[in-house]
């Protein structure tokens, strides 16, 4: 039995990870202001700007791998408050990385496709990046700090969906909710991306771990798929009507933060390194569906001490 630490454990990614791990392992996730209820697995709230990382987790919990799945990872926040962005999304990453190294605890940082301008598209590991927003210029920080203060991090760029604590987070809730209660809503045609099923990621995070992995990785699906098709591809899973998508480009959008359009990243070195197929984004679309049915989703939403 292996002991994790899962920071951001009361986000989409974390949370998941970590009641995925709590199945065979141990696990000690770390939240900052969201209160948790029943979990099957241990949680402490701290402030990974301000409170010390070392001391009060390493030191005590003794962990054999760290997954760091805390962020700022809302892109208007972050260009609202680019100071608070960069703290968290860069310089704390590198802080752990650095503790990690020096105790012998393996690291895995959580990053982003939009590290990439999303001028080509099927971006491998080698390829340069030119990130756009604030939220993705914080990240790619956090990749080099990363990279610098302990080597042999892994360093997981990702894109996921999935079920959440608020049931709000992710874009397949988005189109989920709006499509059950009837709400028309717009569908970019002209973003294209590799959406992962969070569990289907959660796998895939803990087997790098368990072979050691190290370095830079998209952990992305295996096919993509615009966010439009995304969205008709969940009305169709869930038998709801796709006629309320609306097609459109993301120009004719109100977003602040500038997006990437093509942010298809190739899993290559991923399948090859872990020799085996990586899941498509539909494989997740239908995981989604079957956790819907089996009562996942409520599951997650109990968890918040608001429910
Ligand atoms: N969602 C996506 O599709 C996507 C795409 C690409 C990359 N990513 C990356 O994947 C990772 C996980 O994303 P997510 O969507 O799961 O995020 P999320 O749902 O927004 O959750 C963020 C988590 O970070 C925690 N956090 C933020 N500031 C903190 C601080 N100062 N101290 C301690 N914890 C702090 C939050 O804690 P509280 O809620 O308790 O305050 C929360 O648990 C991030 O690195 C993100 O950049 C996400």
Same mark, same amino acid.
């Given at each position: ?5 899962? =920071?951001?454990?009361? &986000? @989409?990614? &974390? ?5 995925? /791990? ?6 000690? &996730? ?6 948790? $209820? &029943? ?41 609202? %408050?680019?100071?608070?962005? *960069? ?13 990690? !190294? ?12 939009? #590290? ?5 598209? $099927? *971006? ?25 203060? %302990? ?5 997981? !760029? #990702? ?5 959440? @604590?608020?049931? =709000? ?22 973003? $294209?991306?590799?959406?992962? *099923? ?5 796998? @895939? ?11 830079? +990785? ?7 798929? =615009? ?17 309320? /998508?609306?097609?459109?480009?993301? =120009? ?9 359009? %093509? ?21 997740? /679309?239908?995981?989604? +569906? ?5 009562? +996942?989703?409520?599951?997650? !939403?109990? *968890?918040?001490?608001?429910?």
């Amino acid at each position: 039995m292996s002991r994790f630490v899962v =920071t951001g454990a009361s &986000g @989409l990614l &974390g949370l998941n990870l970590s009641l995925q /791990i709590s199945v065979n392992d141990e696990v000690l &996730g770390i939240a900052n202001t969201s209160p948790l $209820n &029943g979990l099957p697995f241990e949680i402490q709230l701290m402030d990974l700007v301000s409170d010390n990382f070392e001391e009060d987790v390493l030191e005590i919990y003794k962990p054999d791998a760290v997954i760091h799945c805390a962020a700022i990872a809302n892109l208007e926040e972050c260009e609202k %408050n680019p100071e608070l962005a *960069y703290h968290t999304n860069a310089v704390v990453p590198g802080e752990i990385a650095f503790q990690c !190294r020096k105790r012998g605890v393996k690291f895995v940082h959580i990053s982003t496709d939009a #590290v990439f301008d999303g001028k080509s598209g $099927n *971006y491998s590991e080698d390829d340069l990046t030119n990130p756009l927003s604030v939220y993705a210029k914080t990240k790619r920080a956090g990749e080099e700090n990363v990279q610098n203060q %302990n080597p042999d991090a892994i360093i997981a !760029r #990702v894109n996921f969906f999935g079920w959440s @604590l608020s049931g =709000t987070r992710s874009l397949g809730e988005f189109f989920f909710n709006n499509l059950i209660s009837k709400n028309p809503i717009n569908g970019f045609i002209d973003v $294209n991306f590799c959406p992962l *099923y969070v569990s289907h990621l959660s796998n @895939l995070l803990l087997e790098m771990v368990k072979v050691d992995l190290s370095g830079i +990785y998209h952990v992305v699906s295996s096919d993509h798929m =615009t966010k439009y098709e995304f969205g008709c591809a969940i009305a169709n899973q869930f038998g709801l009507d796709h006629s309320l /998508i609306n097609p459109i480009s993301v =120009t004719k959008s109100n977003l602040k933060a500038e997006r990437s359009l %093509n942010l298809t990243l190739s899993s290559k070195k991923l399948s090859n390194d872990l020799n085996r197929s990586i899941p498509t984004t539909l494989d997740g /679309i239908n995981q989604f +569906y079957e956790d819907y049915q089996n009562g +996942y989703a409520q599951k997650i !939403r109990n *968890y918040s001490i608001e429910n």
